[in-house]
């Protein structure tokens, strides 16, 4: 395939988004989501992939939690793609732990994070403490949050990676951590990967 029609192909993908519209939450993954499988494990970032198709300022990040677990916490951060998985230091995001512990709510970050952010491919990352509660998840699509991490084999013959996960203690500082030269592990639904959602700023 020609560098051209590559990036044709490129170019038609993003026009999939009319824009973003100032003060309203934008979901940061494709394909289909569930709520029947809690997060997987404690310190494990679980990381999936976006487009982002236009320019935009993002004001925060969120999760939604459909059950609840006493005394859990979560960290959200969104990192650049790098040859297919995520690399370097985080783009957005903060250190701050927010709890986890309310089932049918929508926890965020705090504050106006005010970080622009060009289009592209990215990968939003969630990682938990203290104990684990089901979220808004990836679902298993072979058409469309498939194509996130790969599989094995044949997709038609065995559930698809929807994401993938590296080991992180949450106590550490997530906007410091550096994700270059990480060992990744595919993830199938089973996981939990929680979906984020970005707040346009206003």
């Avoid at 310190?43 to 976006?50: E, G, I, N, P, R």
């Avoid at 599989?151 to 550490?172: D, E, L, W």
Wanted: overall charge positive.
């Amino acid at each position: 395939m020609s560098y051209l029609l590559q990036v044709g192909l490129s170019r038609t993908l993003l026009s999939r988004s009319p824009g973003y519209v100032p003060a309203l939450w934008y979901p940061l993954a494709d394909g289909t989501t569930a709520s029947s499988n809690a997060v997987s494990a404690l310190d494990t970032l679980y990381l999936t992939s976006f487009t982002l198709a236009h320019p935009v300022t993002v004001e925060a990040l969120g999760i939604r939690i459909i059950t609840g677990a006493a005394s859990s916490t979560v960290k959200l951060a969104v990192w650049r793609n790098a040859r297919g998985r995520p690399g370097g230091l985080a783009v957005v995001g903060q250190n701050t732990a927010i709890s986890c512990a309310s089932s049918n709510s929508s926890p965020a970050t705090t504050g106006d994070l005010n970080t622009r952010l060009g289009p592209g491919e990215y990968w939003a990352g969630a990682v938990f403490a203290a104990a684990l509660p089901t979220a808004q998840h990836l679902a298993a699509n072979l058409t469309q949050n498939g194509r996130i991490g790969g599989a094995a084999v044949i997709n038609a013959t065995q559930s698809p990676h929807v994401s993938v996960s590296t080991p992180f203690v949450a106590s550490g500082d997530i906007m410091a951590l550096d994700l270059t030269g990480a060992t990744f592990t595919g993830l199938t639904l089973t996981a939990g990967t929680p979906v984020l959602s970005m707040l346009v700023k206003a």
